[in-house]
């Protein structure tokens, strides 16, 4: 039991220490310059700069959100059919019922899609 615990602060510990290290020694071994503003300034063929960096246009946000579900529905079905018969009843009505929300909810997702492209 303890072994399961310090195996999962192990990782933890691990998992947070790689990105760490890395950004730490991008910063000690990267060039240290002033800023300069015209070569920190957006490429945009001579012209200013109109409107904010920040605009994102969300055509394609609607088709991830949908495309999200279905991989999860992929995964859980899945691990579920493989481990049904080692799972207790009460966890088979809750896997239902979320496959069964999930499900749903991309359904409707479609209906979105379809409903703003025409």
Not at 4 to 20: D, E, G, H, Q, T
Not at 54 to 80: G, S, T
């Given at each position: 039991?303890?072994?399961?615990?310090?195996?999962l602060?192990?990782?933890?510990?691990?998992?947070?220490?790689?990105?760490?290290?890395f950004?730490?020694?991008s910063k000690?071994?990267?060039?240290?310059?002033?800023?300069?503003?015209?070569?920190t300034?957006?490429?945009e063929?001579g012209?200013?700069?109109?409107?904010s960096?920040r605009?994102?246009?969300?055509?394609?946000?609607?088709f991830?959100?949908?495309f999200l579900p279905?991989e999860?529905?992929a995964?859980?079905?899945l691990?579920?059919?493989i481990?049904?018969?080692n799972?207790?009843?009460?966890?088979?009505?809750?896997?239902?019922?979320?496959l069964?929300?999930?499900?749903?909810l991309?359904?409707?997702?479609?209906?979105?899609?379809?409903?703003k492209?025409?």
């Amino acid at each position: 039991m303890l072994y399961n615990y310090l195996s999962l602060v192990f990782f933890v510990a691990f998992a947070i220490f790689i990105p760490v290290s890395f950004i730490i020694t991008s910063k000690m071994l990267r060039k240290r310059s002033n800023p300069n503003p015209i070569k920190t300034a957006p490429y945009e063929s001579g012209e200013a700069t109109i409107g904010s960096g920040r605009d994102i246009d969300i055509e394609y946000l609607p088709f991830f959100m949908v495309f999200l579900p279905f991989e999860i529905i992929a995964i859980l079905i899945l691990v579920w059919s493989i481990n049904a018969i080692n799972i207790p009843y009460k966890t088979d009505l809750e896997m239902i019922g979320l496959l069964s929300v999930i499900t749903l909810l991309s359904i409707l997702g479609y209906k979105y899609i379809g409903g703003k492209n025409r």
